[in-house]
């Protein structure tokens, strides 16, 4: 810890503790080692001796908001996806889509949580999706591994990530179990999440979601298991405008939710964020007629999926799922427009799920940066802004004149696929959902 003082030899002045990295070279920031510091000295001590610090977010203060306060204050940075994109670095098996890789490869999962961390996360979730022990029956290769030991390597390994940015706030995460669907009853299923909060609880995590739920029955489940530890408690479903798996209206899921004790109502999975943010908006407006201000959520996959928007499973309808998405995938400016226009819906937690890489939540970040302060990710310092950094390219004057936002709006991506379809015919499902 340090403190900043006006000047050589002059009076210490308004102290207010905070925690900061310590520089390598202490004579560069003119400070003495103390318990506290001044926030306003030292930051303009940071920025005299580091000026791209402007745009880029540091120092933090010590007594970090929690994640209420966050979102009251405007927009939370969630982080994306981890089984997917695991699953294509080859630490996760498609299909089962479970989460052994927290025990067997833990250096994968610490590095895409500093991945995520510096592409500008506010949040880190524990890697804990389908992690219990229902979904965990089976073993693999001999080996069994169960919720506790999942969910506590999960957790081992996000704080060991987060502690390197002390603002960081951690989440730990359940998602269904097939208990529900067995029909095995809310004692057995709530069993099944409180097994998991245990484990959260112990390591003191930030905060609670419940996500993935095609049964708003089962968030419900969830939610009341989650509030009784103590903690903030969000919960996002896997729906569409048509509703849940029993034909629930997403309006009133969302209404159901925020009775349940919801802090933070949301949507994940399944759909691309065009039609989530159509979903978040019925979901508004039926809080809004309640008297119901919960915070609102978004996670969306990140594929366009342009067919699905009125299938009730989502993009599992399409042929492509789930090995074989990649044409789809959202390029890095189509992040922004997601941000902008889940930002100016009233959405203040905005993530992503499945297909969104680093890179995809660093634009998020950039693109409400200014409503953050100006706060730019860790990784600005090799980011080209909208391409700016383009100007310097030396390959052909073509590559060197697309530097500026105006061109990239206006590019309109080609898959390259000989043959290829611009959408494809949905698989239908529906008749066959318990």
């Given at each position: 810890?340090?403190?900043l003082?006006?000047g050589?030899?002059?009076?210490?002045s308004?102290?207010?503790?905070?925690?900061?990295?310590?520089?390598?070279?202490?004579?560069?920031?003119n400070?003495?080692?103390?318990?506290?510091?001044?926030p306003?000295h030292?930051?303009?001590?940071?920025?005299?001796?580091?000026?791209?610090?402007?745009?880029?977010?540091?120092?933090?203060a010590?007594?970090k908001?929690g994640i209420?306060?966050?979102l009251?204050?405007?927009?939370?940075?969630?982080?994306?996806?981890?089984?997917?994109?695991?699953e294509?670095r080859?630490y996760?098996?498609?299909?089962?889509?479970?989460?052994?890789?927290?025990?067997e490869?833990?250096?994968?999962?610490r590095q895409?949580?500093?991945?995520?961390?510096?592409?500008?996360?506010?949040?880190?979730?524990a890697?804990?999706?389908?992690?219990?022990?229902?979904?965990?029956?089976?073993?693999?290769?001999?080996?069994?591994?169960t919720?506790?030991?999942?969910?506590?390597?999960?957790?081992?390994?996000?704080w060991?990530?987060?502690?390197?940015?002390?603002?960081?706030?951690?989440?730990?995460g359940?998602?269904?179990?097939?208990?529900?669907?067995?029909?095995?009853?809310?004692?057995?299923?709530?069993k099944?999440?409180?097994n998991?909060?245990?484990?959260?609880?112990?390591?003191?995590?930030?905060f609670?979601?419940?996500?993935?739920?095609?049964h708003?029955?089962e968030a419900?489940?969830?939610?009341?298991?989650?509030?009784?530890c103590?903690?903030?408690?969000?919960?996002?479903?896997?729906?569409?405008?048509?509703?849940d798996?029993?034909?629930?209206?997403?309006?009133?899921?969302?209404?159901?939710?925020?009775?349940?004790?919801c802090?933070?109502?949301?949507?994940?999975?399944?759909f691309?964020f065009?039609?989530?943010?159509?979903?978040?908006?019925i979901?508004?407006?039926?809080?809004?007629?309640e008297?119901?201000?919960?915070?609102?959520?978004?996670q969306?996959?990140?594929?366009?999926?342009?067919?699905?928007?009125?299938?009730?499973?989502?993009?599992y309808?399409?042929?492509?799922?789930?090995l074989?998405l990649?044409?789809?995938?959202?390029?890095?400016?189509?992040?922004?427009?997601?941000?902008?226009?889940?930002?100016?819906?009233?959405?203040h937690?905005?993530?992503?799920?499945?297909g969104?890489?680093?890179?995809?939540?660093?634009?998020?970040?950039?693109e409400?940066?200014?409503?953050?302060?100006?706060?730019?990710?860790?990784?600005?310092?090799?980011?080209s802004?909208?391409?700016?950094?383009?100007a310097?390219?030396?390959?052909?004057?073509?590559v060197?004149?697309?530097?500026?936002?105006?061109?990239?709006?206006?590019?309109?991506?080609?898959?390259?696929?000989?043959?290829?379809?611009?959408?494809?015919e949905?698989?239908?499902?529906?008749?066959?959902?318990?």
């Amino acid at each position: 810890m340090y403190l900043l003082t006006r000047g050589r030899g002059e009076k210490k002045s308004n102290i207010c503790k905070m925690e900061v990295r310590a520089p390598k070279r202490l004579k560069d920031w003119n400070v003495s080692p103390v318990l506290s510091l001044n926030p306003d000295h030292l930051r303009a001590a940071w920025r005299t001796s580091h000026p791209k610090s402007k745009r880029v977010g540091w120092p933090v203060a010590m007594g970090k908001k929690g994640i209420l306060e966050r979102l009251a204050e405007g927009p939370v940075i969630g982080d994306g996806s981890y089984v997917i994109t695991l699953e294509k670095r080859g630490y996760v098996k498609a299909g089962p889509f479970t989460p052994e890789a927290a025990i067997e490869y833990p250096d994968a999962v610490r590095q895409l949580h500093r991945d995520f961390l510096r592409a500008g996360a506010d949040v880190l979730q524990a890697f804990t999706f389908y992690s219990t022990d229902g979904k965990l029956s089976t073993s693999e290769g001999g080996k069994v591994f169960t919720s506790a030991d999942l969910n506590q390597s999960a957790c081992d390994i996000v704080w060991e990530v987060a502690k390197t940015k002390p603002d960081t706030l951690v989440c730990g995460g359940v998602s269904p179990t097939p208990c529900y669907t067995q029909g095995k009853g809310k004692a057995a299923v709530q069993k099944q999440f409180q097994n998991q909060c245990e484990i959260f609880v112990k390591n003191k995590v930030d905060f609670l979601l419940g996500e993935f739920f095609g049964h708003v029955e089962e968030a419900e489940w969830a939610i009341e298991a989650m509030k009784t530890c103590g903690m903030p408690v969000a919960c996002t479903l896997r729906i569409g405008p048509r509703g849940d798996l029993d034909g629930v209206s997403a309006g009133e899921c969302a209404v159901r939710m925020a009775r349940a004790g919801c802090d933070i109502v949301g949507l994940n999975c399944s759909f691309d964020f065009h039609t989530e943010l159509k979903t978040i908006k019925i979901m508004k407006d039926a809080l809004a007629a309640e008297g119901l201000t919960p915070y609102l959520m978004t996670q969306p996959v990140g594929y366009h999926l342009p067919e699905v928007e009125n299938s009730i499973v989502g993009y599992y309808d399409l042929p492509e799922y789930p090995l074989a998405l990649e044409p789809r995938l959202l390029v890095r400016f189509d992040c922004r427009e997601y941000a902008r226009k889940a930002y100016e819906l009233g959405v203040h937690y905005i993530g992503g799920c499945c297909g969104f890489e680093p890179y995809h939540m660093r634009e998020v970040a950039e693109e409400l940066a200014p409503e953050r302060g100006g706060i730019r990710p860790p990784g600005a310092d090799k980011n080209s802004n909208w391409g700016d950094a383009l100007a310097e390219s030396t390959i052909t004057p073509h590559v060197a004149i697309r530097h500026t936002k105006e061109y990239w709006e206006t590019v309109i991506p080609a898959s390259g696929r000989p043959g290829g379809r611009l959408t494809n015919e949905l698989v239908a499902y529906e008749g066959q959902l318990k």
